[in-house]
């Protein structure tokens, strides 16, 4: 991924509290000579016996010909953030000779690594758990795993396989307006107010205003 100076991202506890946020993610697989994709919901697990990044973990449809992926094919997850349009109206630069022009704003992560098929019914089965719990906690009422027909879930169960994706590389791009003067970020903050404000506190947060 093309990442200048400006836009890298390298602080690894900021790192790690992206992914530990993250929802779906591309998984992509060389095997066979093609590429595999599949967008998965997926969780950041970070394991010292793992290297210093962890793992990401998720589940596919037992049909998914990502199931039958080389497992030494490379592998790398897009783990996408904040992303939105920036019109060139919002900058109070234009006013200076009109050389401005559009952009986008986002923040996107690729985790590189080791992809590993999981076909174990128990370890399948903890995941969902976890992911659910996950996605569920900010319900006002939680569902659990356990509220369904135990053998309802096992059946379900027997139609998916785990995959792991063990992360060996990082690289992580954060391009929020960085490269704009003090006043040209403010009036993109001013731009987007009511119309993405998680984008505009992203923003923000990026250039410490």
């Keep these: 991924m093309y990442i200048p100076k400006h836009f890298e991202l390298t602080d690894e506890s900021q790192i790690k509290e992206f992914l530990g946020n993250i929802g779906a993610c591309d998984l992509i697989t060389v ?14 697990v970070h394991s010292p016996d793992q290297g210093s990044w962890g793992s990401l973990q998720g589940h596919l449809a037992r049909q998914n010909p990502h199931v039958a992926a080389e497992t030494n094919g490379a592998s790398v997850a897009i783990v996408r953030g904040v992303s ?6 919002w900058y109070p630069s234009k006013l200076d000779g009109g050389k401005v022009v559009p952009t986008w704003d986002y ?7 080791r992809l590993i098929i999981k076909d174990d019914p128990i370890w399948v089965g903890d995941l969902v758990n976890r992911l659910t719990n ?6 006002e009422k939680p569902w659990s795993v356990a509220e369904a027909p135990e053998d309802f879930i096992a059946g379900q169960l027997r139609a998916i396989v785990g995959v792991e994706l063990i992360i060996e590389r990082i690289e992580a ?3 929020l307006s960085q490269n704009r003067s003090k006043e040209d970020v403010l009036g993109v903050v001013r731009g987007l107010s009511g119309i993405d404000d998680a984008l505009a506190q992203a923003i923000k947060q990026a250039n410490e205003l």
């Design 31 to 44: 095997s066979g000579g093609s590429l595999l994709i599949s967008t998965l919901p997926m969780l950041f």
């Design 173 to 175: 791009k954060i391009k």
């Design 84 to 89: 939105g349009y920036v019109s060139p109206g």
């Design 107 to 113: 923040v996107v992560l690729h985790a590189h690594g």
């Design 134 to 139: 996950r996605h569920e906690a900010s319900m």
